[in-house]
């Protein structure tokens, strides 16, 4: 299985600082990497797929870049409503596996 | 745009099984793809297999494999996770989600969850 590395493993920031959340494949995974955003006791959301692809209803302030081995999620703007856990999932291979998540704590 | 809800949280003993429903309302469910994720208590989420009832279609995480059954009926729209021999190491929430449209050949995001369900283990 495809191996997905996030860091850091815990992020502090204030509200209205720019965010970015590092995800890490073992291989090359082309583009078809998704990020979830999960609070305590919900299920994830989706927020985007295909690397940059933003879903529908996500805030504009999400993106996501890269391809390969690398990719970032970057939030711009962190609104209180953006402290989560966010976890990165590759789809090129069978089976599909995650990132061991990044918390976003209130610094 | 669909809707997953599933069946309510289970207490099981080691060495027994587990069935989880999830009933899917909404878009066609003959055409879903429903996934099943789970995650431990404070860890990550772990991919465990998909069932595309359209194509009889039935894929598991070779984890998983020989210990969970997916199956699904058309006729109440429902799709269910069946996982036997448990142990403790089993306690989590296990969630069925559905997976999205924009897929690579082998695998899947997912873009809809179902609001998850408590297994847990415990003698």
């Known amino acids: 299985d495809i191996q997905m590395t996030q860091s850091p493993s815990t992020l502090s920031a204030s509200v209205g600082d720019r965010v970015t959340i590092t995800c890490r494949a073992s291989?090359?995974?082309?583009?078809?990497l998704a990020w979830y955003q999960q609070k305590p006791g919900k299920a994830p959301k989706l927020l985007i797929y295909?690397?940059?692809t933003l879903h529908s209803g996500v805030p504009s302030r999400f993106s996501g870049s890269g391809s390969g081995t690398e990719f970032t999620l970057t939030i711009t703007g962190l609104q209180p409503d953006d402290f989560a856990t966010y976890y990165c999932?590759?789809?090129?291979?069978?089976?599909?596996?995650f990132g061991q998540g990044t918390k976003v704590e209130i610094k | 745009q669909v809707q997953l809800v599933q069946s309510g949280a289970e207490v099981k003993k080691p060495g027994s099984s587990v069935k989880v429903s999830c009933k899917a309302s909404?878009?066609?469910?003959?055409?879903?793809?429903i996934s099943w994720v789970r995650q431990a208590p404070g860890q990550g989420l772990e991919w465990m297999g998909r069932?595309?009832?359209?194509?009889?279609?039935?894929d598991y995480a070779q984890k998983f494999q020989g210990r969970v059954t997916l199956t699904a009926d058309e006729s109440t729209t429902t799709a269910f996770m069946e996982l036997s021999s448990l142990r403790s190491e089993d306690t989590a929430v296990y969630y069925c989600?559905?997976?999205?449209?924009?897929?690579?050949?082998?695998?899947?995001?997912?873009?809809?969850w179902g609001q998850g369900t408590l297994v847990t283990v415990s003698s």
């Open positions: 989600a559905r997976d999205g449209l924009g897929c690579s050949s082998t695998s899947c995001y997912v873009d809809q």
């Open positions: 909404g878009d066609s469910f003959n055409s879903q793809s």
């Open positions: 069932i595309i009832p359209m194509f009889d279609r039935i």
């Open positions: 291989q090359s995974i082309s583009g078809w």
């Open positions: 295909k690397a940059s």
């Open positions: 999932q590759q789809y090129n291979s069978f089976s599909e596996t």
